[in-house]
């Protein structure tokens, strides 16, 4: 078997497995990675990947994604006002839930 044959697997795994992600895991690594703490990123993002449409969980991970290639860190409240979308004010108001929900 050549080298290149046998090193492919190797590439590819993890790539697969990224794509098995669960959204709950999807949105606490995005929180995560935002400068929420640990604990709350989980239990947040169990809550989300539970309440959220696709539409809803699409768009957040929309800008978790954007946020963390710029390295920033947000509050709870300030990534409720990047969400604040007129036609859909239940994103913000789920969001807000969990953040609160998930604090103590």
């Known amino acids: 078997m050549p080298v290149r044959t046998a090193v492919l697997p190797l590439i590819a795994l993890p790539l697969l497995l990224s794509a ?3 959204p709950a895991q999807r949105i ?5 990675g935002l400068g929420v703490p640990p604990r709350q990123a989980q239990c947040m993002g169990d809550r989300l990947g539970q309440r959220l449409s ?18 920033q860190k947000l509050s ?13 004010p239940g994103l913000v108001a789920e969001f807000l839930r969990a953040g609160i929900g998930c604090a103590f």
């Open 20 to 22: 098995c992600a669960t």
């Open 28 to 32: 606490t690594k995005n929180l995560a």
């Open 54 to 71: 696709l539409g809803q969980l699409l768009r957040l991970q929309e800008l978790t994604n954007i946020r963390i290639e710029k390295l």
């Open 76 to 88: 709870i409240r300030q990534i409720a006002d990047k969400l604040t979308d007129e036609k859909d």
